[in-house]
T-cell receptor, first 111, second 116 residues
C-alpha cells in the first residue's frame, strides 16, 4: 500500500463546475496535509494546507480533512480552464518534516 | 519577496561525471529540503536540513548522492559518477522555523538533470 494515494485521473469537468480531488494516507500519526498545484513543466505551487478535522476555505478552494478515515480532499468551485493542472496531495511525516507526496491527479477543465 | 532559487535550470552531463546542483532558500527559512521528480516515480524526498545539519537523509538513493548546507542558507546537492537513472528534476524547498507540525514548504523552479 502506498503511503499517499490519489486517483491519477484525468478528471475532466466543465468550466464553472465543482472539481473534487481526493487523497488517502496510511500514517495515522500524520498531522498536516498539503495540496500543491503543478502546471506542466513547472514546480509545485502550494495552494492550501490543513491540520484540523473539518473544512478550510480559501477563495474558490476548500480543503477537507477526516483523520478518522485518513482522507483529505480538495474542492475547487467555479472551475476555470486555468485550473487545469496536476494536483499533488502531500502529507507531512509524523517523524520528520519531510513531505510524502501522492502521484497526483490531473484535472482538465473544459471551456 | 524573492522565492527559492535553483541553479542551473538545466544540466546535461555524460554518464560517470559528477554534478553539483545549488539551492538558495527564501531568506530567513531555516529548513531546506531536496526532492526529485521523475516520470513514473512521482515526487520523492531526498534529504532535509535544519540549519546546517541534516537530521533526515533517509531519501538519498545511494552513497553517490551527498548534500551540504553552509551558513544556514545555500545548499548544494552533489551526485558523483552519474547514472542514467539519475535523470530527473531535482527540486529544492524551504520552510520557516516555528511550530514544525505544519510549516508550509515552498518550492524552487527545479534543476532538470539529463544523464546521457
Amino acid at each position: 500500500q502506498k503511503e499517499v494515494e490519489q486517483n491519477s485521473g484525468p478528471l475532466s469537468v466543465p468550466e464553472g463546475a465543482i472539481a473534487s480531488l481526493n487523497c488517502t494516507y496510511s500514517d495515522r500519526g500524520s498531522q498536516s496535509f498539503f495540496w500543491y498545484r503543478q502546471y506542466s513543466g513547472k514546480s509545485p505551487e502550494l495552494i492550501m494546507f490543513i491540520y484540523s478535522n473539518g473544512d478550510k476555505e480559501d477563495g474558490r478552494f476548500t480543503a477537507q480533512l477526516n483523520k478518522a478515515s485518513q482522507y483529505v480532499s480538495l474542492l475547487i468551485r467555479d472551475s476555470q480552464p486555468s485550473d487545469s493542472a496536476t494536483y499533488l496531495c502531500a502529507v507531512r511525516s509524523s517523524n520528520t518534516g519531510k513531505l510524502i507526496f501522492g502521484q497526483g491527479t490531473t484535472l482538465q477543465v473544459k471551456p | 519577496g524573492a522565492g527559492v532559487s535553483q541553479s542551473p535550470s538545466n544540466k546535461v552531463t555524460e554518464k560517470g561525471k559528477d554534478v553539483e546542483l545549488r539551492c538558495d532558500p527564501i531568506s530567513g527559512h531555516t529548513a531546506l529540503y531536496w526532492y526529485r521528480q521523475s516520470l513514473g516515480q512521482g515526487l520523492e524526498f531526498l534529504i532535509y536540513f535544519q540549519g546546517n545539519s541534516a537530521p533526515d537523509k533517509s531519501g538519498l538513493p545511494s552513497d553517490r548522492f551527498s548534500a551540504e548546507r553552509t551558513g544556514g542558507s545555500v545548499s548544494t546537492l552533489t551526485i558523483q559518477r552519474t547514472q542514467q537513472e539519475d535523470s530527473a528534476v531535482y527540486l529544492c524547498a524551504s520552510s520557516s522555523s516555528g511550530k514544525p507540525s505544519y510549516n508550509e514548504q515552498f518550492f524552487g523552479p527545479g534543476t532538470r538533470l539529463t544523464v546521457l
